[in-house]
DNA sequence: AAGGCGTGGCC
DNA sequence: TGGCCAAGCCT
């Protein structure tokens, strides 16, 4: 059989997401967009920074609270930091949320409040890299920008059969999406090769069998679909020790400490603690009599698995707070508030009284 | 430019 | 159950 040209290939995508298109609460669908609806960018935007290294399913009910509570860029820009950051807790990469809050202030308040509808324009936001630069262009402007996340460098790669591995084969991935990506309907395409990553060509047992591409795809006929595409090896992820400390005062407000800006859970809420380090160690933020709770918390970060014990005890009267540190009452505290790891702390300080009653 | 940066689901 | 993976960005 002859290659298919580019255009024939995409127009076969797009017939395919016709019927197959997933829905979701930031897509306009193929037939809507059809009549004429167009997406809204300040929608497509938060959609596309939540959903970096993030799944479809997690990313749902926080795009459907962000999009609530702050319907517009305006509305987001005018948001308190902490109010942001809260909202944002137990969906991960911190650096999101607070460069989400600075894009909508630079839309809002240097852009006249109008998402800039380039490429370059968008390149030059916040958390707005080259995928998400291209994903905002195409689905929110219909430009023809080529996305390149994971999906689509899974699928070039089993469709032009490239073992070279990731990322060094990036541009070589890139050129082939670019190759492909149609001068109409260029959002509706972008969403289609995502759609069909994640829905078909997954990384493991692709269903080739339905596939609109499995004629064209040249992985498919040398049988090496399943094995692409090749990634570099990782390094193993070493394990850190800590201790955080959870504590009340008499009236029953807990002591918690704002993360400075950069680094790990940068900006979250969290309790004092030691550093995580390759031993054990303390550093309790007051002289007291504290009490270790049974059991750990075992959490997994990007880079290192975490062991953290957990110590409570109750604070003294007239302790002194330094900047970085609040006293939250009951009425204002709430776990969901907090970064994943540090909702684990508090799990176990609920689920595990200490051994010796806070006096 | 290679490593830092979260979390949950899946097998 | 531990590693892999998810619509990556920043420095």
Known sequence: MRDLSSTELSETLLGWYDIHARSMPWRIGPADRATGVTPDPYRIWMSEVMLQQTTVAAVKEYFTRFTTRWPTVTDLATAED???????????????????????????F???????DTLDGLLALPGVGPYTAAAIASIAFDRSEAVLDGNVERVMSRLFNIHDPLPGVKPVLKDKAASLTPALRPGDYAQAVMDLGATICTPK??????????????????????ELP??????PKPTRYGVAYVARTTEGAWLLE?????????????????????????????????????????????????????ETARIPEGFNLRPDQELLPQ???????????MRKAFDLYQGNPPIKALG
């Not at 269903?207 to 040249?218: E, F, M, R």
């Open 258 to 310: 704002r993360r400075p800006d950069k680094g790990l859970l940068g900006g979250m809420l969290g309790w004092p603690g030691t550093d995580w380090g390759d031993a054990p160690s303390r550093n309790p933020p007051f002289t007291a009599d504290w009490s270790r709770l049974e059991g750990e918390v075992k959490h997994t970060f990007t880079h290192f698995h975490l062991i953290l014990k957990v």
């Open 110 to 116: 240097e852009l006249g409040g109008q998402f800039p």
């Open 230 to 235: 090749k990634k570099t090896p990782k390094k």
């Open 205 to 226: 047992s692709p269903a080739c069998g339905i596939c609109p591409w499995v004629a064209p795809c040249a992985a498919r006929a040398e049988g090496t679909a399943a």
């Open 82 to 108: 902490a109010d942001v950051m809260a909202e944002w807790a137990g969906l991960g990469y911190y650096a999101r949320a607070r460069n989400l809050l600075k894009c909508a202030r630079v839309v809002a």
């Open 331 to 341: 009425a204002g505290f709430k776990p969901s508030d907090l970064p994943t790891v």
